[in-house]
């Protein structure tokens, strides 16, 4: 296949990734309405786990300590973001939801400075100005105060900040994959312990099918299909590429929200949306694709 076609592919399998995910957003909304925020959690990374171990088993006789806690690590790390993210998209839109948790992008360049000791760049601050000012059109009210609901939604932002750079640390000369497998195993228990002491399960009768098929739908794609095509989009794609094409997860999520939920945009909800958005495209790209080609 040539060269083109491949990076085509690539795209295409990266623009499938963002649209996957920006669905999610009403799927879990309409699914916490059933289960409760941990227990979602807990059967969505259990299942997706299964799912991964069963198609990368070969992959499993690799697993050791050193796997073992960092999966820990990185795995606690997933479902603090997840949990945050859940519980507070039962307090607001799904668009908003989307939005708010896609601060992760501006965040990362700022915890690797607390890491690495490496100093954000200009475009860094730039972006992160610019995701303050989004933040304050979607999230504060005329009398300056925030919701439960958005709150949580940016503590999830700023935790999936934090994952993504325990997962930069801790993949280095480890198996992605293995860990990826790892990372949602013990997701799943920490949901599980957290479901177990805090949530009342509901009865199987009372879940719907429309749930169920919303639960699969987490687990087979915005889980495992989702980081796949992630993975493989990635390989044959230019990073600023590659972080536009994902960073349009949190477009679609508004799209979705407004088509299928009955999201109601109002102006300053659209500023809001469309600073957050240029805060990821700045962070992402550094404005490579403004730039004259040598």
């Not at 479901?195 to 098929?213: N, Q, R, V, Y």
């Amino acid at each position: 296949m040539k060269i083109k076609n491949i990076s085509l592919l690539a795209r295409l399998a990266l623009f499938m990734a963002a649209i996957i995910w920006g669905s999610s957003f009403i799927i879990v909304k309409n699914t916490v309405d059933v289960l409760p925020p941990n227990m979602l959690l807990a059967v969505r990374f259990f299942l997706a786990c299964l799912l991964l171990s069963v198609i990368y088993h070969k992959r499993l006789h690799l697993i050791n300590r050193d796997y073992l806690v960092s999966g820990a690590i990185i795995g606690f790390f997933l479902f603090i973001a997840y949990c945050s993210q859940t519980i507070g998209i039962t307090n607001t839109t799904p668009g908003k939801n989307a939005f708010l948790t896609a601060i992760y992008c501006v965040v990362v360049p700022f915890l690797y400075w607390f890491v690495n000791h490496t100093r954000p760049d200009r475009y860094n601050f730039l972006a992160a100005l610019l995701c303050f000012a989004g933040i304050g059109f979607v999230s504060l009210t005329q009398n300056l105060t925030i919701g439960t609901g958005d709150l949580l939604t940016l503590l999830g932002g700023f935790f999936f900040a934090i994952h993504m750079v325990a997962v930069a640390k801790l993949t280095q000369g480890r198996d992605a994959i293995l860990l990826t497998i790892l990372q949602f195993g013990f997701a799943a228990i920490f949901s599980l312990v957290v479901t177990l002491l805090f949530e009342t399960a509901p009865k199987i009768s009372d879940i719907p099918a429309g749930s169920i098929i919303g639960i699969l739908y987490l687990v087979c794609f915005a889980t495992a299909a989702a980081l796949l095509l992630q993975n493989v989009g990635q390989k044959y794609t230019p990073p600023s590429s590659a972080s536009l094409i994902l960073s349009l997860e949190s477009v679609f999520g508004v799209l979705f929200s407004v088509l299928f939920f009955g999201d109601k945009l109002t102006v300053r909800l659209v500023i809001g949306f469309i600073l957050i958005f240029i805060s990821i495209v700045v962070s992402e790209t550094k404005l490579s694709f403004l730039k004259k080609k040598g």
